[in-house]
């Protein structure tokens, strides 16, 4: 039980151009979902936590325009990388809290997706 | 500021030995902490929680202790078989028992046949 997908795995984009990922929880309601970024052998960075049905929370120096983040239903949330430049290049992770195990403070991650811009 | 330091970027150890990982953090008390697995390409995978009143927890071949006084936690493998190597994270609440967490840099563990 507990997993949480991503979509695509990987993609390579144009410079301008926008990316659209995909987080879905699989078996379980997450009401919580976080997103991360995570560079070459560096830790994970939170980018921002959304709530299904309301505004993500950005971490500060997130540009919200830019990372456009979605969390319509219980089992869904998107990142949407706008005006993708090289510098965004980067490995993105997304978690989800099962909204029946908040004692538990455990997240499930994706297995992330893997950006490439030219 | 608050801040987690894991104090190894990379362990390597001879197999069946015991490896031990070490998080420390200042300027904060979390309720609790984790630890994560992560193979590289690859998402972090939950392994173990502790809270802020427990002293140890265990997992199978896995160990992990919390110190608030010292404000640090130690990981500990017993036993250990290649397959262990990974990056091991330690996670915080950036501020007490929230949510969201915040990740030290990672240890890559190395365990040699």
């Known amino acids: 039980g507990a997993v949480v997908s991503q979509h695509p795995s990987w993609v390579i984009c144009k410079s301008g151009t926008s990316v659209k990922i995909e987080c879905r929880s699989l078996d379980f309601q997450a009401t919580t979902m976080f997103w991360y970024r995570q560079f070459p052998k560096q830790s994970l960075m939170l980018m921002a936590t959304?709530?299904?049905?309301?505004?993500?929370?950005?971490e500060q120096g997130v540009e919200k325009d830019k990372f456009l983040i979605n969390h319509a239903s219980l089992t869904l949330s998107t990142l949407t990388v706008t005006s993708a430049h090289p510098e965004d290049s980067s490995f993105y992770i997304c978690s989800a809290r099962d909204a029946e195990s908040l004692a538990t403070y455990e997240q499930y991650f994706g297995p992330g997706t893997r950006l490439t811009v030219t | 500021s608050q801040k987690i330091e894991q104090n190894s970027e990379a362990l390597n150890i001879q197999e069946g030995k015991t490896a031990t990982l070490t998080c420390n953090y200042t300027n904060y008390s979390p309720a609790y902490l984790q630890w994560y697995r992560q193979d590289p390409g690859r998402g972090p995978v939950f392994l173990l929680l502790?809270?802020?009143?427990?002293k140890e927890k265990r997992k199978e071949r896995l160990k992990v202790t919390f110190d608030t006084t010292l404000k640090q936690s130690l990981f500990h493998i017993t036993a250990s078989q290649p397959a262990d190597s990974a990056t091991y994270l330690c996670?915080?609440?950036?501020?007490?028992?929230?949510?969201?967490?915040?990740f030290g840099s990672g240890t890559q563990l190395t365990v040699l046949p």
């Open positions: 996670a915080l609440p950036p501020s007490g028992s929230a949510r969201q967490l915040t």
């Open positions: 502790i809270r802020e009143n427990e």
């Open positions: 959304s709530n299904e049905g309301s505004k993500a929370t950005y």
